[in-house]
Every structure is written in C-alpha cells, then in structure tokens.
C-alpha cells in the first residue's frame, strides 16, 4: 500500500482527478448561479434572438449587403468580417513594415539605425489606445474637408471623412481573374514543395523563381485576356459635399489599421532583430567567402536561417494584433466587438453576447496558432 501511495504516477493521477474535481464544481455553481439570477430577473437565455430583426443600421460593411432589417446573426457576422478585414491587412502591413524597421536597426547607416532604433522604443511606449486616439483626431479633425481634399498623388484624397482611391470598375472577368489567381497560387506552391523534394534527392531543382512567378501571373492574364481586357477605372469624384465613385477607408478603419499596424510593427522589429543577431556572424562570413554582397547574403543566407528564430514569437504578435482590434469600439469603427455590444444593449443578453465574442476570438486565434505552428514545423531543421 505505502509502495502505491508513493508511486509517483499515481500520485500525479490522483492530483489531476482532484483538480478536474475542483474546476467541474466551480463551473456547476457558476452555471446554476447565473441561470438563476437571470430566471430571477426574468431575462430569457439561448440564442434564439439570433433570428429577430436587428433594428439597426450598420455604418461599414465588408464582403455582404446589410441593413436594418436583417436579422442580429447578420449584423454579427458583418461584425466578424469587419474585424477579419482589419486583422488581415494589419498582419501582412505590419509583417512588412516591421521587417523592414528590424533590417533598418541593424543597418550600416547610423543615421538610419537611430531612427529606426527611436521609432522602436517611442512607439512600443505608448498604449496603443493612445495611438488610435492620435491617428483618429489626425485624420478627422486635421485633414480637409471634401471640397478642399489633399490629392497626393493623381485620384488620391485625403479629407476627414475617409481616403478616396480609385479601383478598377466592376466587370465580371474580375471574378475569374481572382479564381485563377488562387488556383496558380495553390500551383505555385505544390510546384515549391516538388522542387524542394527533387533537390534533396536529385541534387538539383529547376528555375524554382520563374516558373513560379509564371503560375502566379500567367492565369490571371490569360483571363484578363480572354475577358475582353477591361481597362476602365472607377475614380473617386466630388459629389455634393463628399466623394461618390471609387473605393475608400474610412476615418475609422485607417486609424484603426494605422494604429495597430504601426504599434505591432514596433514589436515585430525587434522579434526580426533579435533573430538575425542569433545567426552566427560566421553564416555572414562565408556568404561573403562565396562572393555575396550584404543585401544578398541576408536575403539568401541570414533571413531563411532566422525565420526558425523568428516565427515562434512572431505567431504571439498576431494574435496580439487580432485581439488588439476590439480596441475598435473606442473610436466608433463597427467590428464585432462593437456590434455584440449594440446586441446586447437592445436584447439584454449579455451572457450569450460575450460567449459569440469569446467563441469567435478563440476560434480565429486557433486558426492562426494552427497555421503559424504548421509553417513553423516546416521550417524547423530535421535530423536525418
């Protein structure tokens, strides 16, 4: 009995059970706990409200027609595409933005490395709602009125109530061009994998660079082609008192996408720099011993060999940036944050509102952890 007692994998069972134990407890009483005080309240549960009319309107929409009449589902799932759009051009703008700032820090150019260096410690010292607050007053409260927009560069606006650009007209070869963009993309990258396994058996690969830029650009332009080669494009024109035609962001989304782009590329910079300075100077070596310049030897030697030092952190910056976008309510841009707030405001469910805002997060905060963690067992080194 003593020798099982003490056997330390029993023990650790035994300790595992009691805890399961503990949090199925805590968990019971709070269920029952809030499922009595809403009966006392007589506050309905579930999510049947789901299917009710919303009522309100919605003023930034992404990917879907909506309007007051729609049910709340709709309005949520507005929200998530809304809070989807903004987290994925964060994430590649601040990617590249935060490589290049990182390359800057470790630069030659004193000049250049200073500045990036304050651009570092400024930025990454400053809350983040602060900043959206600075970008927010910049564009609506500093930027001109329609009438008088700045045009930087030729159907360019910038004015308080969005940026205005032009984006080719509507025509239905674009459908087909984008389809065809995925499947060379999808090609481009069975394509890599196939050269990667030749040359470790073989020795030997193909132009991997151009025949994957042809599988890429190739498709589209044949559809472009066949299509009819629409050129005509939608440029922003003054209509009354603001722009009609075109595209634009809004006050709202750029400064949301500005603020976190430029804050998490504070971090990214120096996830990039503390990657590359864990490459031995001797890989710098060699590369010049093969006649490589500094530019080539760290774009062909250096930066492939620290993206194993790199991606790791880099997947918590991500999903730093997607959890930072519900910051969005403080400067009226409609994510899903936001838009569960209105929600629960008009239907007084405020349980099952903050569970959709958990259960979406998560999810897409798995979804990235999942690809970040595939890319990274990709390029991890494997003994053979």
Not at 143 to 150: F, I, Q, S, T, V
Not at 203 to 215: C, H, K, N, Q, T
Not at 224 to 236: R, S
Request: aromatic residues 10%.
């Amino acid at each position: 009995m003593k020798a099982s007692v003490g056997n330390p994998r029993l023990r650790a069972l035994v300790y595992q059970a009691a805890a399961l134990a503990v949090a199925l407890i805590v968990a019971g009483y709070l269920v029952s706990n809030t499922l009595a005080n809403l009966a006392e309240r007589s506050i309905a549960t579930g999510f049947g409200f789901l299917g009710r009319e919303a009522g309100f309107s919605i003023g930034e929409t992404t990917f879907m027609s909506y309007s007051a009449a729609d049910t709340y589902l709709k309005a949520l799932a507005v929200g998530v595409a809304n809070t989807f759009r903004v987290a994925l051009i964060g994430i590649v703008a601040a990617t590249v933005l935060g490589t290049l700032i990182g390359l800057a820090r470790l630069s030659r150019n004193w000049l250049l490395a200073k500045l990036a260096g304050g651009y570092v410690e400024f930025i990454r010292n400053v809350p983040l709602l602060v900043q959206l607050f600075f970008w927010y007053v910049l564009i609506t409260e500093n930027l001109p009125l329609p009438r008088a927009a700045l045009e930087p560069l030729p159907g360019v606006y910038l004015t308080n109530r969005g940026i205005f650009f032009p984006v080719p007209a509507a025509h239905p070869a674009h459908v087909w061009m984008f389809a065809a963009l995925i499947a060379g993309i999808v090609a481009a990258f069975l394509f890599t994998r196939w050269a990667a396994r030749r040359r470790a058996l073989a020795g030997s690969r193909p132009p991997v660079l151009e025949i994957v830029l042809a599988l890429v650009l190739v498709p589209p332009a044949l559809v472009y082609l066949a299509g009819g080669t629409p050129t005509e494009i939608d440029f922003p024109r003054l209509s009354g008192f603001n722009f009609a035609g075109g595209t634009a962001f809004t006050p709202e989304f750029a400064a949301l996408a500005g603020g976190l782009v430029v804050y998490t590329a504070a971090f990214i910079a120096e996830i990039v720099r503390a990657g590359i300075l864990a490459i031995p100077y001797g890989q710098f070596e060699a590369a010049y011993a093969l006649g490589l310049r500094r530019r080539l030897a760290m774009r062909l030697v250096v930066l492939p060999q620290a993206l194993r030092v790199i991606v790791p952190p880099l997947t918590s910056q991500y999903l730093n940036l997607t959890k930072n976008s519900s910051l969005a309510v403080a400067i009226g841009y409609p994510d899903l944050v936001s838009i569960a707030n209105t929600t629960m405001n008009q239907t007084g469910q405020a349980v099952e509102g903050i569970a959709i805002i958990m259960a979406v997060y998560l999810a897409i905060s798995l979804s990235i952890s999942a690809f970040m963690n595939w890319y990274n067992a990709r390029m991890a080194l494997k003994e053979r």
